[in-house]
C-alpha cells in the first residue's frame, strides 16, 4: 500500500503548494461517482486519495505530480467528463492569457480567484486543446 505524501501536494499551512512557473504543476479527474472512480484509480495504478477541501474532491498520491479526482460541480466554475484536466502553474494568469490569445488560443474561462487555492483560469490552444492556467496563492 502506498503512503499518502501529503507534503508533495500541501504546503505547511496545509495549502497546495507553490509550484515553479511554467510547468504541468496539478492534474483533475473530474467525475459523476467518487466511489467508483477511486477503486478504479486505486486498483490499476495504486494511487492513494484524501478527502481535502469541498466535498466530493480527493487529492491523488501517484508518487509523482500532484493530482485530484473530483465531482463533477458548477461553482466557481462549470467541470466537464471525458478528459484529464491539465493545469500549467504560471507567475502572471492575465499576461500569459493575453500571450494565448496573442498565438492563437482562446480564454474558455477568464480568471477566477478560489481562495487560498489559486487565481485560475481555462483556455484552449491553437489546436483547440484545453487546460488551465494557474497562479498558486502563498499566504
Not at 494511487?47 to 474532491?57: L, Y
Amino acid at each position: 500500500m502506498m503512503v499518502v505524501r501529503v507534503s508533495s501536494v500541501l504546503d505547511d499551512t496545509g495549502r497546495m503548494a507553490h509550484e515553479a512557473p511554467n510547468t504541468l504543476a496539478h492534474f483533475s479527474i473530474n467525475v459523476e461517482d467518487t466511489d467508483r472512480a477511486i477503486a478504479f484509480y486505486r486498483g490499476v495504478f495504486g494511487w492513494t486519495f484524501n478527502a481535502w477541501g469541498p466535498p466530493g474532491f480527493f487529492l491523488i498520491d501517484t508518487g509523482g505530480i500532484h493530482g485530484s479526482l473530483q465531482r463533477v460541480q458548477t461553482e466557481p466554475f462549470p467541470t466537464l467528463i471525458g478528459n484529464f484536466e491539465c493545469t500549467i502553474a504560471v507567475d502572471d494568469v492575465d499576461r500569459v492569457s493575453a500571450l494565448i490569445v496573442e498565438h492563437g488560443g482562446e480564454i474558455t474561462l477568464p480568471k477566477v480567484t478560489i481562495p487560498g487555492v489559486a487565481d485560475i483560469a481555462r483556455v484552449k490552444d491553437s489546436e483547440g486543446n484545453t487546460f488551465s492556467l494557474a497562479r498558486y496563492i502563498r499566504d
